[in-house]
């Protein structure tokens, strides 16, 4: 459990650290503005769209084997990014965190799930999800922490010492498994990854270059025809690396959509609520996240206490609530926001939404867990890890998009009329999701029965 939680926290912070300390790394290494976008969006792409792969890799070749070799891609990515002496070399670093990151972290759920007994997987998949939540929030705060204490090159540093320690924990401690699968399936790779990256690659550029500009153009189509060829050929595949019939269950499909959108409201509002603290309240990176807490820290407290609970009544009712409960927080945010607002206005928003994303990690993750057989759980960990990544990017796209349409940078005025229509997105994309998840199968959870959900037939709930 700890080893798969700090795999896991270390690989999910990365995705928003690196983005208080742009400025000093534009000081230091030069570059424009669209070398500062790829720091973020190397990682970003990669990670999204190599999650499947990594997680085939694991059933093909040991997910032990290959959680130690996607450790060790991930340390080395990080001391070169920390030693980078060009943007261009910093940018090729941060793919290669991306690569590493997709690989452990689909496996962190399946060498956890076989490592925990069924009766007690919610609790230990409630410290797993308050893990990686804290992660993804406190980023913005622990990279300007480091930036403004020591230097931007810490907030890669910082991953060498942990993955120098996890590596020989994890070669002495964890057992060995195996998926069901002998060949990788490369063909389906090659049209998930291309189409997904053509998907995401336009979502992160499309207001950078615009959305009609021609590469953007080319990333949809890309995806529009890729993906479809992707569900046709996994339908006839003889080994497919996404068994179409997963999403028979109606479980395993509702939890995934739900994902998405919670994905798209949550990651996109934190994207605009960080810079809101700096840029209207005056706060520096480090005073804004620490103003956060309510909401970043909230996590590790109700993260265990839901799992818990969904092990006694199951995951779909608490995950529900805590979508229901981010989808009212977002919606406070939006009502009490302003220009000279107090900080105390907002907590309650802070509180509820910290709530919230507790109550969704560890009981959506079991629920993905206890739909497929304990063999495709890699498969599946790395779909929902995927679509995650996804919606994140959607999130921050879509929202970024109606704040810019409706507001800007220009004064603490503009840019409230923009982050209030788009913190209104994001509340009514999470409120879908809660709804979406009221159509799941309110009962006690594979993880807690000790047995997949699933029939003969393959087929769950």
Wanted: proline content about 6%; charged content about 10%; aromatic content about 8%.
């Amino acid at each position: 459990m700890i080893i798969t939680s700090v795999a896991g926290f270390v690989t999910a912070l990365d995705n928003l650290i690196v983005t208080t300390a742009l400025p000093s790394i534009r000081e230091d290494l030069g570059g424009g503005l669209e070398d500062l976008e790829w720091t973020v969006s190397a990682y970003t792409l990669t990670f999204a769209v190599l999650l499947m792969f990594g997680a085939s890799l694991g059933d093909r070749f040991g997910r032990r084997r290959m959680f130690l070799i996607g450790l060790g891609i991930f340390t080395t990515a990080s001391a070169a990014a920390a030693l980078a002496p060009g943007m261009g070399e910093l940018i090729a670093a941060r793919a290669g965190q991306g690569l590493g990151a997709a690989i452990v972290t689909p496996l962190t759920l399946t060498l956890l799930s076989a490592a925990v007994p069924p009766e007690r997987r919610g609790a230990a998949f409630g410290i797993w999800g308050a893990a990686s939540g804290v992660a993804v929030a406190t980023g913005p705060l622990i990279g300007g922490t480091l930036t403004e204490h020591i230097a931007w090159q810490a907030i890669f540093w910082v991953n060498v010492p942990i993955g120098v320690v996890l590596i020989p924990l994890s070669r002495l401690l964890l057992d060995e498994s195996h998926g069901p699968n002998s060949r990788l399936d490369l063909p389906g790779t090659v049209l998930a990854s291309g189409g997904l990256f053509g998907v995401v690659y336009a979502l992160v550029r499309g207001n950078a270059d615009g959305w009609t500009s021609p590469s953007i153009l080319a990333g949809f189509a890309a995806g529009a025809v890729l993906l479809p060829a992707f569900v046709l050929y996994e339908l006839r595949a003889e080994n497919p690396m996404l068994p179409m019939r997963l999403f028979r269950s109606r479980a395993f499909s509702i939890i995934n959509a739900a994902s998405l959108l919670m994905f798209v409201g949550m990651f996109g509002s934190i994207f605009l609520l960080s810079q809101y603290l700096q840029t209207v309240g005056g706060y520096s990176p480090m005073e804004a996240g620490v103003r956060m807490l309510p909401w970043t820290a909230m996590p590790m407290v109700v993260g265990p206490l839901a799992g818990l609970l969904s092990d006694r009544i199951g995951g779909a009712p608490v995950v529900t609530v805590g979508m229901a409960f981010n989808a009212v927080g977002l919606a406070l945010w939006a009502i009490a926001v302003e220009p000279d607002v107090s900080y105390t206005a907002l907590l309650p928003a802070l509180i509820v939404c910290g709530i919230g994303m507790g109550m969704f990690f560890a009981p959506s993750a079991n629920l993905v867990m206890s739909t497929v057989r304990p063999e495709e759980e890699g498969i599946a960990s790395g779909a929902n890890n995927a679509i995650r990544e996804v919606g994140g990017a959607i999130g921050v796209a879509t929202l970024a998009a109606v704040f810019s349409a409706q507001g800007g940078y220009e004064s603490a005025t503009r840019f409230v009329d923009g982050l209030v229509p788009a913190l209104w997105l994001g509340s009514g994309a999470v409120a879908l999701a809660a709804v979406l998840a009221i159509f799941m199968p309110h009962r006690r959870t594979a993880g807690a029965s000790g047995s997949p959900a699933l029939s003969s037939s393959g087929k769950a709930g």
